[in-house]
């Protein structure tokens, strides 16, 4: 029996763990089935498009990437002349939005930062390598009840701000599928 035992992960870290499994498994009444809320593979695809293309519009080559509520890669489209990092950077992006997003409760990546949020309090889990503090993600809620669905990365434009105005610009444009 452990009396005096230390917590491993500081408050902060288990709180961000506890929020973020909670946002995507929801049990079924007394079933051992778990449900998750998240865009379906045609909304992340449209949504991820609609992102390169405004981005485009504007001269800008970038890889738009969309998480659902496991962290993980649902749709990726990326633009004819990106640069290799920008697919990382892109999905980098998307997740710190969805899961920092969600334990914090900001919209983009941007409003992380300006909260001065810039990764968790245990410097050690700052090497994440999935967490990027940088502007262009955006949390991805559905409209009625603003439950998180997952987060929207996009990456290659002169910089993150341009980046995250095309993510925003999508997601408003997209948003009546978010229902």
């Not at 900001?106 to 001065?116: C, M, P, Q, Y």
């Amino acid at each position: 029996m452990l009396l005096n035992a230390k917590p491993l992960l500081p408050a902060a870290a288990l709180a961000v763990a506890f929020l973020c499994s909670a946002a995507f498994a929801q049990p079924a009444a007394s079933s051992h089935i778990v449900t998750s809320q998240k865009l379906d593979w045609s909304a992340a695809a449209a949504l991820a498009s609609e992102a390169v293309r405004i981005c485009a519009a504007q001269g800008y080559s970038v890889t738009a990437t969309i998480v659902d509520t496991s962290g993980h890669e649902q749709a990726v489209i990326k633009g004819d002349t990106v640069p290799l990092q920008s697919l990382s950077v892109a999905y980098r992006k998307a997740y710190t939005a969805y899961s920092y997003g969600l334990a914090f409760n900001k919209n983009t990546t941007s409003e992380l930062i300006a909260a001065g949020v810039t990764g968790p309090a245990n410097g050690a889990l700052n090497t994440i390598p999935e967490v990027l503090f940088v502007p262009g993600g955006v949390t991805l809620r559905r409209t009625s009840d603003h439950a998180i669905l997952g987060g929207l990365g996009v990456s290659g434009a002169p910089g993150g701000d341009k980046d995250e105005a095309c993510a925003l610009h999508a997601v408003e444009k997209l948003r009546n599928t978010f229902q």
